[in-house]
């Protein structure tokens, strides 16, 4: 699938996929900036003090528990909601101004289907609201539904429905393209192809923010990847440096009887947890591990390999629920 080609409303308007992000009299902005920003419902504080900026330009993943506060980000950074205390800025601009301008394009769960309405006659008056769409024929091929045009929209599967939501954040030609659990209903193949639409998206330039439960999506499509916990960033940085940053490497082998306080003491293990009937040990002296492990006998299908960025998360974020609401 290629990239978007500028629609010919687009072009009269002066936009250009490749051109330069929005700017103000200083220059160019954040495509993102929250200073400590508060969000509490009743004694709940679902964000906490969140201090967030990204630049322009690249797709970035939101991971968190549930009730971490993803939900509650992404409402602030859409305008859905105000902050308690604190300031959430979009290039510049308050939420709901850069909504009004086009600037920012959704794609949230949990919309439902419009009835009696065709796929094209959705995107089309998705278009006709946008102040610079691109061809409503582009903005469905890039969301994989060009030959649905015909078809009703509360006639489709959820996958297909999922994809002409994509459709419909899309073809307004949003610089920041917000989008909340979006592979959730999506199979394997669409996945790819989901993904496969979003690089080519955030290629031209634009900033693409998602949040995800699909922990290795995440890794393999984001350039940069920010935890939440508790309503707060608790790490920062490429998939690479998080792994990186809380350490180790992961020593497998077939799982046994043995209980797994017992490999807890071996030398080097940071952690161990069990997964599909094999035994993971996190480590950070992998060959000091191993050696134990042989010298100890009875190990069977022993394997080593860097951490993964599903073993980093857990990590960061405490195991017990958070109090808040997920959606919150």
């Known amino acids: 699938m290629t990239g978007i080609r500028v629609g010919e409303r687009a072009r009269r308007a002066g936009v250009s996929g490749t051109g330069p992000p929005p700017t ?34 690249g797709p970035v993943a939101l991971l968190g ?9 992404l409402s602030l950074l859409l305008g859905l909601d105000r902050p308690d205390s604190g300031e959430v800025r979009v290039f510049g601009r308050a939420p709901g101004r850069a909504v009004r301008e086009g600037l920012v394009g959704a794609m949230l769960q949990n919309t439902g289907a419009v009835s009696r309405v065709t796929v094209r006659e959705v995107v089309s008056v998705a278009a ?5 769409p691109i061809a409503v024929g582009e903005a469905m091929e890039l969301a994989g539904i060009a030959e649905l045009g015909p078809r009703r929209v509360d006639r489709l599967s959820g996958g297909q429905q999922q994809r002409v939501r994509f459709a419909l954040a899309v073809v307004g030609d949003p610089w920041l393209l917000v989008l909340d659990e979006p592979t959730a209903t999506l199979d394997a193949a669409a996945r790819r192809a989901f993904w496969a639409s979003l690089r080519a998206f955030a290629d031209r330039g634009r900033t693409v923010l998602f949040s ?13 990847i920010v935890v939440i916990d508790r309503g707060q960033v608790v790490a ?35 952690s161990v947890s069990t997964r599909g009937g094999r ?18 006998g009875a190990v069977h299908g022993l394997e080593v390999a860097p951490a993964r960025l599903e073993e980093a998360f857990l990590d960061l ?7 808040a609401e997920e959606g919150r």
């Open 279 to 296: 035994l993971l040990l996190r480590s950070e002296d992998s060959d000091a591990t191993v050696r134990a492990l042989a010298a100890a």
């Open 317 to 323: 974020t405490e195991a017990e629920s958070a109090p």
């Open 212 to 224: 995800t439960h699909y922990i290795e999506e995440a890794d393999e499509n984001a350039e940069r």
């Open 128 to 132: 006709t609201a946008a102040p610079r």
């Open 24 to 57: 103000e009299a200083a220059g160019t902005v954040a495509a993102v900036r929250c200073g400590g920003v508060v969000r509490r419902f009743g004694k709940v504080t679902a964000v906490d003090g969140l201090d967030l900026e990204l630049v322009p330009g």
């Open 236 to 270: 920062d940085g490429s998939g690479a440096h998080i792994k990186r940053s809380v350490g180790g490497r992961l020593v497998s082998l077939d799982l046994t009887d043995t209980a797994p306080h017992h490999w807890a003491r071996f030398p080097g293990v940071l």
């Open 65 to 73: 528990r549930n009730g971490a506060g993803k939900s509650t980000t």
